[in-house]
Every structure is written in C-alpha cells, then in structure tokens.
C-alpha cells in the first residue's frame, strides 16, 4: 500500500494571515501571485501583496489564468515564471488556477512542455508551491496531480507525480469562501463528494483513503447545503474546505471511477465546468456500480445519514443514491439537456473515449462503452432513479 501526503497544512478561519510567514520559511526573494483577474481585485490578493512586501520579498502578479486551464497558457506561464526569476509561486484561486500554477511551476525545473509532461514522471520537483484555495471542491491544495486540456487532441491530461507535485503548503482559510456564488459552492460540493465517493468504491481504494473519503462524504452531506444556502455560516464553510482537502488526498491516493471519466470527457467536448459535469453523472454511476456492491453504497448510505436503520444493504445502497439524487435537484445544478451544445448524436463517441479513459479502469466494476450511452442518455433525460 502506498499513501503520500507531503503538503503541509495550515487550515481554519483567517488562516490566510499566516502565508507570509510560510513564504518567508523558504527564504526566497522573488515570488509570483497566480491568481485570475477578478481574485486579483479581492481582499485575499491584497492580503497577500502586503504580507509579501513586509516579509520583504518582490512579488509579480501574474493573472494569465482561465477556467480550466489549457497546456498553451501553462507553457507561457512559466516562461514568463523564468524570465522573471521566480523563485516560488502562490496560487490564489479554484482548481483551475492551482493546476495551472503547478503545471508552470513543473515545467519551469524540468525544461519540458507541458504536453511533455502528460502520464509520465516528472523527475524534478517543481518550484516551490504554496496553494491557497478559494473554493470548496477539488482539493488540488493537497494533490499531486494537474488536469489540464490538450488543445491538440482535446482531452485532459493528467499530469501527475507524487514526489515532484505535491504542493508545499496549502493555507486553507474556509473566510475566502464568502464570495463564492452559490452555483459554485454547489457545483464545486459536489465535486468534493464525488472525489469522496469514488475515493471509496474505487478498485484500490487502501484503508487511509477510505477513512479520510468516508468522514468528507458525512462532512459534506452535513454542510454544502447549509454553506449554499447561508454565505455567512462560517461553521459550514470550514468544514467544507476541511472536507474538500479530505476528499483530495483520499481520492490521490486511491483514485477516482467512472464519474470522472465521463464528466472530463463531457466537460472538454461541451465546456461545461468540472464541478456541473460531474453532478450531470454522479447518481447514475452510482446506479451502475450498485448491484453487486451494496455494502459498499450501504455504508455511504449510513455517513450521509441516509441509511434506514434496521433495513439491509440492498435497501439502504439505493437509498445512498436518492440522497445524492435530492441533494443535487436541491442545489438546482443545471441540467445535461439546458446546455444547448449538447447533442445526442455524440453519444456513442463520447461514451467510447470515456470508456477508454484510465479512471474508467479503477472503477468498481467493469465499464464499457454502451454502459456509458446509457448513463449519458439518462442523464440526459434527467431520468429520475430513486425520487
Ligand atoms: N488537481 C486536482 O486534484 C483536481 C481535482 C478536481 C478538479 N480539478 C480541476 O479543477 C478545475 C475546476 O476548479 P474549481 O471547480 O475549483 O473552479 P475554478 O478554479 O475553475 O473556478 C471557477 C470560477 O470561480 C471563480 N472563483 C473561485 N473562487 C472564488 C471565490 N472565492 N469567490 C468568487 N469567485 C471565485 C473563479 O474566478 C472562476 O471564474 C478543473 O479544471 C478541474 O479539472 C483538479
Ligand atoms: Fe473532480
């Protein structure tokens, strides 16, 4: 068994006063602020600014960053990174700008594109990273994975080393969740519980990873509707944060299923947002994997307070997927059929390029490409399940 969890973590409310301190730990002089235009205008960007300049060293904005990143923009990114003499970066941002900041930060010590670096070891270790999240959802503060968009043959790669990607510090502070709409925090909650639960139904899922996604998908069914509905409930938001990093190094760990496969495949093809794609697909993977396995689904059942007590496995998996059914109806996440992209003539390509991810691999049962039609062709349909 293998667990790797190097990122050291600094978590809680108004943590994101102690980021100059940890800048100054790794005694370097020049450091970029990656951030996307509108977080550059927040307070937190500001924060950081001033604590760089009194821990005395230069900082270079850099806001070169877009909603799921593309292998170009890393690669210009991190010749800017060199031509500045960048000694470490500071990614304010989503999943999207912490990828991006670890793909130029691997680029810039290992002198490769960054296609180059898609699904193989990245033998030097990038430049120093510390994360600082500023939503709820994919856990890149803690990952030592970078999923960015080949433009060339359109799909994301995973560019990914356990050594050499692991952010240095990530400064979890839940008060940048404020601003977060709430279709994020929906959109990005449900990424975090999609991470937990496939973490744990997972064909090499290992007893760490179960534990930390076991006890994110009973944080997460507690709190994401509480934080979507309340922006100022700080009781909600921390433990979402806390849930959202459980749910990455658990899901690095071990990996993520079919879910995964089809929302990238689906995201990429359609644009449709990481979070939004993987809430489009998540029941009914579910329903998938169920028969078969309901002690597995049935233990979900129970951390989502979900389970019948007294009721057998059978009875309390399906009740696992009505629960994830409801909650995202709830959050009022989009609907495959409102985007207009997208059209079910692709089906049948979509469902054969997902069927040959490698998270289709890991996943707890055997999937194929009519599987995948019929799961692209319900959610589709919004086809109710247990409701
Ligand atoms: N590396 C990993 O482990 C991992 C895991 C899952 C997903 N991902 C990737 O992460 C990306 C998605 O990241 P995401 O879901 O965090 O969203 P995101 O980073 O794409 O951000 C979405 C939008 O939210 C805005 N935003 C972010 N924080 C905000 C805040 N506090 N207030 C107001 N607006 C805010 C951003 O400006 C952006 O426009 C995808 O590319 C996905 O593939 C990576
Ligand atoms: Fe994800």
């Not at 006890?215 to 509905?229: F, P, S, T, V």
């Not at 760990?253 to 089809?262: E, F, K, L, P, R």
Request: charged letters at 20%; glycine letters at 6%; hydrophobic letters at 45%.
């Amino acid at each position: 068994m293998r667990f790797s969890m190097r990122t050291k973590l600094i978590t809680g409310y108004g943590c994101l006063d102690q980021l100059g301190e940890a800048v100054r730990s790794f005694g370097v002089k020049k450091v970029m602020l990656c951030t996307d235009s509108f977080l550059a205008q927040t307070p937190a960007a500001a924060a950081i600014q001033t604590q760089l300049a009194g821990a005395g060293v230069s900082c270079e904005v850099y806001t070169q960053l877009q909603p799921e990143p593309i292998d170009v923009d890393c690669d210009r990114g991190a010749a800017f990174c060199k031509e500045q003499g960048v000694e470490l970066i500071v990614a304010l941002g989503g999943g999207s700008v912490m990828d991006q900041s670890k793909a130029m930060a691997a680029i810039v010590t290992n002198g490769k594109s960054c296609r180059e670096l898609d699904d193989v070891p990245i033998p030097k270790r990038m430049l120093p990273l510390i994360c600082v999240p500023t939503t709820a959802g994919t856990g890149s503060e803690v990952t030592f994975v970078s999923v960015i968009t080949n433009t060339q043959d359109q799909y994301k790669m995973t560019i990914m080393d356990a050594d050499s990607l692991s952010p240095d510090v990530a400064v979890c502070d839940p008060a940048l969740l404020t601003t977060l709409p709430p279709k994020l925090v929906a959109s990005c909650g449900v990424d975090a519980l999609t991470h937990a639960i496939e973490a744990y139904t997972s064909a090499v899922a290992n007893p760490i990873s179960s534990a930390l996604a076991l006890q994110a998908m009973e944080m997460i069914a507690q709190n994401l509707k509480r934080c979507w509905e309340t922006p100022s409930d700080r009781e909600a938001q921390s433990a979402m944060m806390l849930a959202s990093t459980m749910a990455g190094a658990a899901f690095i760990n071990s990996d993520v299923g079919a879910v995964h496969a089809v929302a990238e495949t689906v995201g990429v093809a359609y644009h449709i947002p990481h979070g939004v794609a993987n809430s489009l697909f998540l029941p009914y993977v579910m329903e998938f994997n169920r028969a078969g396995n309901e002690a597995y689904y049935a233990r979900i059942a129970h951390r989502l307070g979900a389970a019948e007590p007294g009721a057998g496995d059978g009875e309390n998996a399906k009740r696992s997927i009505r629960f994830v059914e409801e909650l995202i109806a709830q959050l009022k996440i989009p609907a495959f059929a409102s985007f207009p992209q997208v059209d079910p003539a692709d089906f049948e390509a979509l469902a054969a390029r997902a069927a040959k991810s490698p998270m289709s691999l890991d996943n707890r049962k055997p999937i194929e490409t009519e599987d995948y039609v019929r799961i692209l062709r319900d959610a589709y349909q919004s086809k109710k399940i247990y409701r």
